[in-house]
């Protein structure tokens, strides 16, 4: 392509010329001639009218042409440093400042275009370190007064974005251009795709970076506009600059619904449009950033690391794994430091937390967590406050409606069946297990009764405590798993927050007595078919003079163990409840006197007869009891009850052995960034519309692109089965047993 004239041609009135200065515009800015800072073509370029179009396939044909040129014009580095003027005038303009409008359109068209080029060069990079971007000046270019011409870049374009985000209130005015510049942010955070699922320290990921050097106060100022968009929802403003909703698509053509939820063409994209991301964009675009800035993880090689390269054969990841360090992360830190803008700890105790920190309204988070738990960012953020923010945790464990936080967690796990994620119901789970660790979680969630659960349909659940829903959701769980998936992390998840109930049950419902009886019932079998084929395959083995089979045992006797501990678990939690709360749980020994029948084969047992032991105390006393006032009446089930809850007064707990009170915690894995960092990006991608080039990705699997809606339904179970051993290093060795 050839140069072009240095000073481009007004743009007229009608709509023809605008469609024609734009062809000129664009074609100028993707040909090999360089234009330098201060030229008025710039100007020109970000002053384009919302009514110019193209269609993809010349965009598309841009974006090649650019790649091609942009290393001689550097025309990228020249119009982030634009974008980033745009952004410094704008914070320094008044309210009533006539220039600050136009100002404000060019930064929206420059931050667009930005988007759209950057991200092609970075889906389309060859080099390891991406020097297709070029991210900087040549020495030989002239600069206006002022502008540091060794600067990076990236780091100048980033403190202006994320000046602008956390400095700049959104409002009806300046929503498209928040809006854009959360785009922006994804795009230039998505060199991380380019790498494997283990970071190293060699990855080239210039703008997050950029981002992770900023000063604490500016991080600060970042995250709370993020969590504040999250938080107030607000709707989509249909003003647009440079692209136009409804029958005027932009001259870099958005496609999508009228929420902008940012898809670029010529970009490969698969589009997801769900309902819920595209009714409030600013807040799950603003969700995403945050998932993605917190999430990140960056290794730094050590001295040694840098003086020992003797063994060239050493593999990226046994290097990172032995000489790196991680270096510490802004974003994660001040949202474990946010605090309340209503209370504050150093308000009492008067240790003022030092430095800058997040405010924010946790009881207004609290709510907008409790209204979208459906939605798995939601999730991922509810779990980083918890396991990161002690003072987040400790107002919701003092909240009396727990239920607002609860019930939509419970809801989703009972529906799981129904092509939930994986992920998600694992990090519910976790989010369960860790509130379970505080007594006083256990037991308020007993004194709180639910009118009706209407979304349980296998049983009528009128006027229950949510502590009983909850033993009830966590065991169906387990059943399920049991019947399907047959996942021992999902299990040991379950049985553990269980565990952790146990000792705080408070009239657990006659219900939630019985599911919990039958759930041992349930696991009971299993083991003693287990035992059964194990017995039976080691006979097979003695008699076999070729010792086949030998791997088929060990893999039966490994599953008979895992059965071994799930059922000692679950006597653990009967236990737990007959030794410290049996008074208040009378359903409890109902169901297991009316059941009783199926511990029997366990009394002798060499591995349960201790645990087994407790309970036929507690069956003995009852028992004698009944059979001193047995009648010729029947005993009615009221009856029996009645009779239950009469002796409870009487019950002093003579004969039982007192076991250790089992306490289960969660810890975080030593790499969790190796699940975390995939795990964001394909939110991005399913809940904001976000897509890439997939033969570029490599931090997960990803199912080869198709046309046809089913084959996208069979391709996403195909990523599902991909993460499932990564889901599994989510949870393995993360629940500890404390001592």
């Not at 950029?210 to 938080?231: D, G, P, T, W």
């Not at 490994?558 to 501990?565: G, P, R, V, Y």
Request: negative net charge; hydrophobic residues 40%; aromatic residues 10%.
């Amino acid at each position: 392509m050839g140069g072009a004239p240095s000073t481009p041609r007004n743009t007229a009135d009608g709509g023809g010329d605008d469609v024609s200065v734009a062809e000129y515009l664009i074609t100028t800015f993707v040909g090999e001639k360089s234009f330098p800072l201060a030229s008025d073509y710039w100007n020109k370029l970000l002053e384009l009218p919302s009514s110019s179009r193209w269609p993809s396939d010349r965009v598309h044909q841009a974006c090649e042409l650019f790649a091609q040129s942009n290393g001689y014009t550097r025309h990228l580095a020249k119009l982030l440093i634009h974008m980033s003027w745009c952004l410094q005038e704008l914070l320094q303009a008044s309210d009533n400042d006539e220039q600050a409008s136009s100002t404000y359109k060019k930064a929206v068209n420059a931050t667009y275009i930005a988007s759209v080029f950057l991200k092609h060069l970075i889906e389309n990079g060859k080099s390891d370190g991406l020097e297709e971007l070029h991210l900087s000046l040549d020495d030989s270019e002239p600069v206006p007064h002022g502008f540091v011409m060794d600067q990076d870049i990236q780091n100048y374009v980033m403190h202006s974005v994320l000046s602008f985000i956390g400095s700049t209130e959104v409002s009806p005015n300046s929503y498209v251009l928040h809006q854009e510049l959360l785009n922006f942010m994804i795009v230039a955070m998505s060199t991380q795709l380019l790498s494997g699922p283990s970071p190293g320290p060699r990855d080239a990921n210039p703008f997050i970076d950029a981002a992770m050097s900023q000063e604490k106060s500016l991080v600060c100022l970042a995250v709370r506009r993020l969590l504040l968009n999250y938080i107030s929802r607000t709707p989509p403003n249909a003003k647009g600059y440079l692209y136009s909703y409804g029958d005027s698509p932009g001259i870099l053509e958005r496609v999508g619904s009228a929420a902008a939820t940012f898809v670029l063409l010529p970009l490969n994209y698969l589009v997801n449009n769900s309902g819920d991301g595209s009714k409030h964009p600013l807040a799950e675009c603003s969700l995403h950033v945050l998932l993605i800035l917190t999430n990140y993880h960056k290794p730094v090689m050590s001295d040694e690391s840098l003086t020992d390269k003797s063994d060239d054969s050493a593999t990226s990841e046994s290097v990172s794994k032995e000489h790196a360090f991680s270096s510490s992360n802004t974003f994660s830190k001040a949202l474990a430091n946010a605090r309340d803008v209503e209370f504050d700890r150093s308000d009492v105790e008067g240790n003022a937390y030092p430095g800058p920190h997040v405010r924010i309204p946790f009881a207004s988070l609290f709510d907008t967590l409790g209204m979208c738990l459906a939605d798995e960012g939601a999730v991922l953020l509810l779990y980083s406050l918890l396991q990161g923010n002690s003072d987040f945790k400790e107002y919701v464990l003092v909240r009396t409606d727990l239920d607002t936080m609860l019930m939509p967690i419970l809801e989703t796990l009972y529906n799981a069946s129904k092509r939930t994620s994986s992920n998600q119901i694992y990090m519910m789970l976790i989010v369960l297990l860790i509130l379970s660790q505080d007594s006083s979680f256990n037991s308020s969630i007993h004194k709180m009764i639910l009118p009706s659960v209407p979304w349980y349909k296998e049983h009528l659940l009128h006027q229950t405590s949510l502590g009983s829903l909850m033993v009830i959701i966590l065991i169906r769980t387990v059943q399920h798993n049991l019947s399907k998936l047959r996942d021992v992390y999902l299990q040991t998840t379950c049985l553990a927050t269980l565990a952790n109930m146990a000792p705080h049950a408070h009239h657990l419902s006659a219900y939630a007595s019985q599911r919990l009886v039958s759930l041992f019932y349930m696991l009971s079998r299993k083991y003693n078919k287990l035992s059964e084929l194990t017995g039976e395959k080691q006979q097979s083995i003695k008699i076999s003079l070729a010792g086949e089979g030998d791997g088929v045992s060990e893999d039966l006797a490994a599953e008979l163990q895992i059965f071994t501990d799930f059922l000692r678990l679950v006597l653990d939690i009967l236990n737990a409840i007959l030794t410290y709360a049996l008074p208040r749980n009378p359903e409890v020994v109902y169901a297991v006197m009316h059941r009783q029948e199926v511990f029997q084969p366990f009394k002798n047992h060499p591995r349960f007869h201790e645990l087994v032991e407790n309970i036929y105390t507690v069956l003995d006393f009852f028992n004698s009891r009944m059979d001193s006032q047995r009648s010729d009446r029947e005993w009615s089930v009221q009856k029996v009850l009645g009779f239950i809850i009469n002796n409870c007064r009487s019950w002093r707990g003579e004969g039982m052995k007192m076991f250790t009170q089992l306490h289960f915690s969660y810890e975080q894995e030593s790499h969790p960034e190796e699940f975390f960092i995939p795990y964001v990006w394909q939110l991005a991608f399913s809940r904001s519309g976000f897509s890439f080039n997939p033969d570029a990705i490599n931090l997960f699997p990803v199912p080869q692109q198709v046309e046809k809606q089913g084959e996208e339904g069979r391709g996403e179970e195909e990523v599902e089965e991909g993460k499932e051993k990564k889901v599994q290093e989510l949870i393995e060795q993360r629940i500890v047993l404390d001592p």
